[in-house]
């Protein structure tokens, strides 16, 4: 079946440090992989996607590459702001059953 | 566009009462997703529509749980009775969907269901 496994939180990074959430899937196929990020009180927003292997999804900072050898989609930024505390959530679209897949989500918060 | 619209945001009620929770997707989308979101559970599928059809209703907790999409443009999620476990946030999105598969998710902002 399909499935995605991230790494369990939470984070707590102080300003400016380097920052990597594990991500990695198992799926039939060829699914397209997702980050999604949650806000407080808010719903979840698209982060960074990216639909074939060895692609590579990047805003805000933020960047992820589809790693089809290692089934791994990581999340990374070189240096975080107090404004990227949130719950990030990495996600799978299996192409077969039109689905998403979500992962347990992460929770970051930056400290200045 | 507007984005994924939801409502009421909040919601308070007491055990026993019907709750109806509304949505209107993004305008051009043919799937539209319920989701409930709980700390001790995280983010559950519970139910999801392809052209105003429901397609997985698997994740649907009981029969006081229930959906509908009558037209494109609008999608409710009702529970009856409610009950104090069906406290969470409900989150509708919607995307659309390709022969080639899915294309992103876009949520709404949520509706906090308080049941006391």
């Known amino acids: 079946g399909n499935s995605v496994t991230q790494m369990e939180g939470p984070v707590t990074l102080s300003e400016e440090a380097f920052l990597t959430i594990n991500c990695t899937y198992t799926?039939?196929?060829?699914?397209?992989l997702f980050w999604y990020v949650q806000y407080p009180g808010e719903g979840l927003q698209l982060l960074l996607k990216a639909t074939k292997a060895d692609d590579k999804g990047s805003n805000k900072g933020f960047e992820a590459t589809y790693r089809k050898e290692t089934t791994s989609f990581h999340l990374e930024k070189g240096s975080v702001q107090v404004s990227d505390s949130a719950v990030y959530f990495c996600?799978?679209?299996?192409?077969?059953?039109?689905?998403?897949?979500f992962g347990t989500g992460t929770s970051l918060t930056v400290i200045p | 566009d507007a984005g994924v619209i939801q409502s009421p945001r909040h919601e308070v009620t007491e055990m026993g009462q019907e709750v109806t929770l509304r949505c209107k997707p993004i305008?051009?989308?043919?799937?539209l997703f319920w989701y409930r979101q709980t700390m001790m559970r995280g983010l559950e599928l519970l139910i999801y529509f392809n052209n105003n059809v429901p397609i997985d209703d698997s994740g649907m907790p009981e029969d006081r749980f229930s959906a509908k999409m009558p037209n494109a443009s609008f999608s409710t999620l009702k529970i009856q009775p409610s009950e104090p476990r069906d406290s969470a946030v409900y989150f509708c999105?919607?995307?659309?969907?390709?022969?080639?598969?899915?294309?992103?998710?876009?949520f709404g902002p949520g509706t906090r269901l308080t049941v006391l």
């Open positions: 996600a799978l679209s299996d192409h077969a059953g039109n689905q998403f897949y």
């Open positions: 799926a039939t196929g060829y699914p397209s």
């Open positions: 999105a919607s995307s659309f969907i390709r022969d080639s598969g899915t294309d992103t998710q876009y």
């Open positions: 305008s051009g989308h043919n799937s």
